[in-house]
């Protein structure tokens, strides 16, 4: 399995992976400008996405194949994506959750208010319509 930049040539299988994972698809083809894929010969069995709002980032769209899921995709795919974002000069990370709080908790994001969150990432589709508003907020900072 290879993690790896997602290109427009994936957005169809990230779609697909979306879908099948009940997540949204507002906004995912611009997100994924900044998002990575997992590859398992050759196919696309993973997916994360970042959008950069200056210092910060939100984490969106993690999704793994069901029959994939368990075996470290998904946080390699979280990996890749945090290193991508200090890459991009971001200083920390927030994403919206339904199902994965205790998973995302695991790998150092904790639950917070939504007020918190800056107000350009609150202003993002995922905040404003994509997610409900029983999603639970989170937030990381990213070491360098």
Do not use: H, K
């Amino acid at each position: 399995m290879q993690v790896e930049r997602a290109t427009s040539d994936d957005l169809e299988n990230i779609e697909r992976l979306l879908v099948v994972s009940g997540l949204p698809l507002d906004g995912a083809r611009d997100a994924f400008a900044t998002g990575v894929v997992a590859r398992r010969r050759g196919e696309v069995v993973g997916a994360a996405a970042i959008e950069p709002y200056g210092p910060s980032g939100l984490l969106r769209s993690v999704a793994v194949e069901p029959a994939q899921r368990g075996t470290g995709i998904g946080g390699s795919l979280v990996d890749s994506s945090e290193q991508l974002a200090r890459d991009l000069g971001m200083d920390e990370l927030y994403l919206l959750t339904e199902t994965a709080e205790t998973w995302f908790e695991r790998r150092g994001y904790r639950a917070i208010e939504r007020e918190v969150v800056p107000e350009p990432v609150r202003g993002s589709i995922e905040f404003t319509t994509a997610c409900s508003t029983t999603a639970v907020a989170m937030w990381r900072a990213l070491r360098r």
